[in-house]
């Protein structure tokens, strides 16, 4: 735990326990064992009795808030010594100080006495001018120019009436422009009041054409969508256009009143008097020169960092969806990575996911040897007795897909299921490290062969070798954070691996290394000493491998599965230290664990209270006694495969009016991409996902999900395919532009669930999204 004090320990304590609905000793508990080196999967599912049952949302909400609420405490004290160095610490101001609950609120505290180079107001002060700036502010009625006569001092670089009226000015405008309370009510204000503007750069209109829904375009900042403001971020990013932040919709008035503000908060008022039109320009100059850029940096920062939470918030859920998608597993699989002129790479993966066969075939142009290439295809699924086939989606998918129908028809009874699987990430494993050094002597191009038949084995078992990032179902996903957005995908599959747990005499280096507790170089020990000594056993022989002691066993343990091992328990979830508990429930029911395991009838008439004890608690023997009831329950949904239609290869041969069947690509804030074996993606915008009203297309729909869905709209010069889910739709109800739907405009509020209809997508940020996905 970092140094810090009571009190900042306290405040952290309370501000976490707000946030996460916790009570403050459950809030403690989890953040000692986060000290402690405990995973957040590992407090999760076996330390409920230490934080009373918090779950893995909010051990991952507390975990990320803690960081940030860590860090504003060291700024904090950061802040308090160098006041304090200065002299100028006063009791109000540690008290203003200390009571700041943000890192905006301590910035703008800190402004006046943050060191800077020598200001226009610094070298105004040095020339003794500051005393005709209070003179002038504390009486108005004094003539400015008469005033500052005696003032001019050409040693000091003051020449004339005009330059001591300058300096005087320049004093106000720093003092007002670092006033904290000023700062943070017209913060507020802008905020809620902004207007967020974009302008084409001229001359780029041609150039910028994808971003020209946003040529001429206002919005309010305070609800503008996160995937909107990525998009003109990502737009001002490339000089097609420009942004700004007008206060207000009528910008006029806007300025107007900020700087009325800035005159009340300094005392001032218009009343003809000799010094008024100067104290009113400096307010004036106030605003424009300092406190209007500051504070439009600012919020577009805080605006920014929103959107950035929510696409990576996305990017998890997305990711999280397509790790736990139904396994087809232990079973051949033939897999497939189309292509045209180099070929179709193919290759067969045993039951175990153990590469048997590989070959490439040329059955496209311009060889277009179709039959040389069924021949050798069939001749690789009856020598290794192939279950299924996947095929990869990218260049080429539905035509090899038409060749693995017409093996399908020679094979007939002993033809294996054919399955079009998501390629996104195979070549960057297959040009990775990981994959040199499990296939040394494999040409890279076959390798993404490899990887694709092994995902549809096992999509979480093969996707870890990939970096997340690469996997291609996020929002924006290069344009965010990306320490942010690595921490949380980082943070997503381990959750995910843990969720589902890993048999340790099967798994994978790479897949090991996301175990609660295990580094990457512990999963390489553990897979060495089982290569070296033959499959483990039992738990307790994980202690033997280098480098792992009781503490990593602590927490991986639990998530490690051994199979037909010498003790049955090492088979489920159940923690070996908990194993105790399971011998009371055994001597209790009078059975062996073996005999015990599976027998539902006996298990649930059993009362988990009469097994609780000084260290287990009745939340952890309920888990036992519903672990022992399935043991190594696998929580994934079980496999099915999407069937795209027959004679719909490209987006040429879609039709107005096709209702088609395909899965969920990909969900974003405005909608949902789904793959209907065309090569490119069609949109389901977010108000024709149901008919009822939808606030997050997660409500509805995940990543991997297989969808009925009408194609109302195809615009094939610009590859774009509108869908709906809503299969009454016609045509004729759509908007005729994106500007009608409220995701475009929200600032007009809902429509009523009734009149929601499908959404053409001729808006930038579907068609940007739209080709990162399919380059990804």
């Known amino acids: 735990m970092p140094d810090l004090s009571p009190a900042a320990q306290h405040r952290i304590f309370e501000t976490l326990a707000a946030e996460t609905a916790a009570r403050?000793?459950?809030?403690?508990?989890?953040?000692?064992?986060?000290?402690?080196?405990?995973?957040?999967?590992?407090?999760?599912?076996?330390?409920?009795?230490?934080?009373?049952?918090?779950?893995?949302?909010?051990?991952?909400?507390?975990?990320?808030?803690?960081?940030?609420?860590?860090?504003?405490?060291d700024r904090?004290?950061?802040?308090?010594?160098?006041?304090?160095?200065?002299?100028?610490?006063?009791?109000?101001?540690?008290?203003?100080?200390?009571?700041?609950?943000?890192?905006?609120?301590?910035?703008?505290?800190?402004?006046?006495?943050?060191?800077?180079?020598?200001?226009?107001?610094q070298i105004a002060r040095e020339a003794g001018l500051e005393p005709l700036a209070d003179g002038l502010l504390a009486d108005p009625t004094q003539d400015p120019d008469t005033f500052a006569t005696g003032f001019v001092d050409a040693e000091k670089g003051v020449a004339d009436n005009k330059a001591a009226l300058d300096g005087a000015r320049a004093i106000l405008m720093e003092r007002w422009g670092e006033d904290a309370t000023l700062i943070g009510a017209l913060r507020d204000w802008l905020q809620g009041n902004g207007v967020l503007r974009a302008k084409v750069v001229s001359g780029k209109e041609q150039e910028g054409a994808k971003f020209r829904d946003y040529f001429d375009h206002a919005e309010p900042l305070a609800k503008i969508p996160s995937h909107r403001l990525l998009a003109l971020l990502r737009a001002r990013r490339e000089e097609f256009i420009t942004l700004d932040?007008?206060?207000?919709?009528?910008?006029?008035?806007?300025?107007?009143?900020?700087?009325?503000?800035?005159?009340?908060?300094?005392?001032?008022?218009?009343?003809?008097?000799?010094?008024?039109?100067?104290?009113?320009?400096?307010?004036?100059?106030?605003?424009?020169?300092?406190?209007?850029?500051?504070?439009m940096i600012d919020l577009m920062q805080q605006?920014?960092?929103?959107?950035?939470?929510?696409?990576?918030?996305?990017?998890?859920?997305?990711?999280?969806?397509?790790?736990?998608?139904?396994?087809?597993?232990?079973?051949?699989?033939?897999?497939?990575?189309?292509g045209i002129r180099t070929g179709v790479k193919v290759a067969v993966v045993d039951a175990t996911g153990k590469l048997v066969a590989t070959d490439t075939i040329y059955p496209h142009e311009p060889k277009r040897q179709w039959d040389a290439s069924l021949a050798s295809l069939r001749t690789l699924c009856e020598r290794h007795g192939v279950q299924l086939i996947a095929i990869g989606n990218g260049t080429a998918s539905r035509e090899t897909d038409a060749l693995a129908a017409d093996l399908l028809k020679q094979l007939k009874d002993k033809a294996p299921a054919k399955v079009v699987v998501s390629e996104a990430g195979a070549s960057v494993y297959s040009a990775s490290e990981l994959a040199a050094r499990e296939f040394p002597s494999l040409d890279v191009s076959l390798r993404g062969a490899v990887s694709i038949a092994r995902r549809l084995q096992d999509p979480l078992a093969e996707l870890v070798k990939i970096e997340p990032k690469a996997i291609g179902v996020g929002q924006y996903q290069h344009d965010v954070d990306q320490y942010r957005l690595a921490r949380t995908l980082d943070a997503t599959v381990e959750d995910c691996v843990n969720a589902v747990g890993v048999d340790v005499n099967t798994a994978s280096a790479a897949l090991l290394s996301r175990v609660s507790g295990l580094s990457s170089s512990v999963a390489e020990n553990i897979v060495l000493h089982r290569d070296a000594k033959g499959a483990f056993r039992s738990r307790k022989q994980l202690l033997d491998v280098p480098r792992l002691g009781e503490k990593t066993f602590e927490q991986c343990a639990g998530f490690l599965r051994i199979r037909n091992g010498d003790q049955p328990l090492d088979a489920s979830s159940v923690h070996p230290e908990a194993y105790?508990?399971?011998?009371?429930?055994?001597?209790?029911?009078?059975?062996?664990?073996?005999?015990?395991?599976?027998?539902?009838?006996?298990?649930?008439?059993?009362?988990?209270?009469?097994?609780?004890?000084?260290?287990?608690?009745?939340?952890?023997?309920?888990?036992?006694?519903l672990e022992l009831e399935k043991p190594g329950r696998d929580p994934r949904p079980a496999?099915?495969?999407?069937?795209?239609?027959?004679?719909?290869?490209?987006?040429?041969?879609?039709?107005?009016?096709?209702?088609?069947?395909?899965?969920?690509?990909?969900?974003?804030?405005?909608?949902?991409f789904v793959d209907i074996g065309?090569?490119?993606?069609?949109?389901?915008?977010?108000?024709?996902?149901?008919d009822r009203f939808v606030k997050d297309p997660r409500e509805v729909v995940k990543a991997g999900d297989i969808v009925k869905v009408k194609v109302v709209e195809v615009d094939v010069a610009r590859k774009r395919i509108a869908l709906t889910r809503r299969l009454d739709d016609t045509p004729a109800k759509n908007p005729a532009h994106p500007s009608q739907h409220r995701d475009a405009r929200p600032d007009r509020g809902?429509?009523?669930?009734?009149?929601?209809?499908?959404?053409?997508?001729?808006?930038?940020?579907?068609?940007?999204?739209?080709?990162?996905?399919?380059?990804t």
């Open 24 to 73: 403050l000793p459950q809030v403690k508990a989890a953040v000692d064992l986060l000290d402690g080196g405990a995973t957040v999967p590992f407090i999760a599912r076996y330390r409920k009795e230490a934080t009373e049952g918090l779950d893995d949302t909010q051990l991952r909400l507390l975990e990320s808030r803690l960081l940030y609420l860590r860090e504003m405490e």
């Open 76 to 121: 904090r004290a950061a802040i308090l010594a160098s006041i304090d160095e200065q002299g100028h610490l006063s009791d109000a101001l540690r008290g203003e100080i200390e009571a700041a609950d943000s890192k905006s609120r301590l910035e703008d505290l800190y402004l006046p006495f943050k060191p800077k180079r020598r200001t226009r107001a």
């Open 245 to 295: 932040l007008e206060p207000g919709a009528d910008a006029e008035s806007g300025h107007a009143y900020a700087e009325a503000q800035v005159a009340m908060h300094a005392g001032i008022r218009a009343a003809n008097r000799p010094a008024d039109t100067w104290l009113m320009t400096a307010c004036r100059l106030t605003w424009k020169a300092k406190l209007h850029l500051h504070l």
């Open 303 to 338: 605006a920014r960092e929103r959107a950035d939470a929510e696409a990576i918030a996305v990017f998890g859920s997305n990711l999280k969806d397509l790790l736990l998608a139904a396994p087809a597993g232990p079973k051949a699989v033939m897999g497939l990575d189309p």
């Open 580 to 625: 105790p508990v399971v011998e009371r429930i055994l001597a209790a029911t009078g059975k062996r664990a073996d005999a015990l395991i599976g027998d539902t009838a006996t298990l649930r008439s059993l009362k988990p209270g009469h097994f609780v004890d000084d260290r287990f608690g009745e939340p952890t023997v309920r888990d036992i006694l």
């Open 639 to 672: 496999f099915q495969a999407v069937r795209f239609a027959e004679g719909v290869h490209d987006i040429k041969d879609l039709q107005v009016g096709m209702v088609l069947e395909g899965v969920v690509s990909n969900v974003a804030a405005f909608g949902a």
């Open 678 to 690: 065309v090569h490119q993606d069609g949109l389901v915008h977010i108000s024709a996902l149901s």
């Open 750 to 775: 809902p429509k009523p669930p009734v009149k929601q209809a499908a959404a053409p997508i001729n808006s930038a940020f579907a068609d940007a999204f739209a080709r990162a996905q399919k380059k």
